[in-house]
C-alpha cells in the first residue's frame, strides 16, 4: 500500500515539475517592444530608423548584443543601448537600428534577434529572442530612389 502511494506521489510531482517547466519556457528573458513602426519601404538613396525597447525579464543580468543584418546597423549613441548592451534584471534600454537603403541586400522579414553573448563575443545562437511576428521588421527595398 506505501509503495503505491509513493509511486502516485512521484508521478504527480513529475507532471507538476513538468507543468513548471513549460510554464518557464514560454515567457521570454528578455522582450522586444517597437516605439516605431517596423514595417517600412527603404529605397536604395534612402535611410530609415526603427526603434524598439529590449527589456530584461529575468530576474539575473544579460550580455546581449544583436545578430547582424546586413543592411542594418545598431546606433549605439544618445543614450541608446551600447554594443554589446548589458542589461541588469527588470531593466532596459531603447535598441535603434539605422537602415541604409544602398546597403540592404534584400528584403528584410524578420528580426532583430536579440542574443546572449557568447564567450567569443558574438552573439549565442543558443539563447535569442526576436519581437512577435506582428512586430518583427518587414523592411523592402524598393526600386525607386526614395
Known sequence: MKYNQNITLFIALAIAMLFVGKVEAGSPLWRLDPLTATQLTVGPLSTATVKYS??????????????????????????????????????????????????????????????????????????????????SLLIAVSESAT
Not at 544579460?62 to 551600447?82: K, R
Not at 546597403?103 to 564567450?119: F, K, M, T, Y
Request: aromatic share 4%.
Open 54 to 135: 529590449v527589456t530584461n525579464n529575468s530576474s539575473r543580468t544579460h550580455t546581449l548584443s544583436m545578430e547582424y543584418i546586413p543592411g542594418i546597423t545598431q546606433v549605439t549613441s544618445g543614450g541608446n543601448c551600447s554594443d554589446p548592451f548589458v542589461l541588469p534584471a527588470n531593466q532596459s534600454c531603447t535598441l535603434e537600428l539605422s537602415i541604409s537603403g544602398a546597403d540592404l541586400v534584400r528584403n528584410v522579414l524578420s528580426g532583430p534577434r536579440i542574443c546572449e553573448q557568447g564567450a567569443d563575443g558574438l552573439p549565442s545562437p543558443m539563447l535569442c529572442y526576436q519581437p512577435s511576428v506582428a512586430n
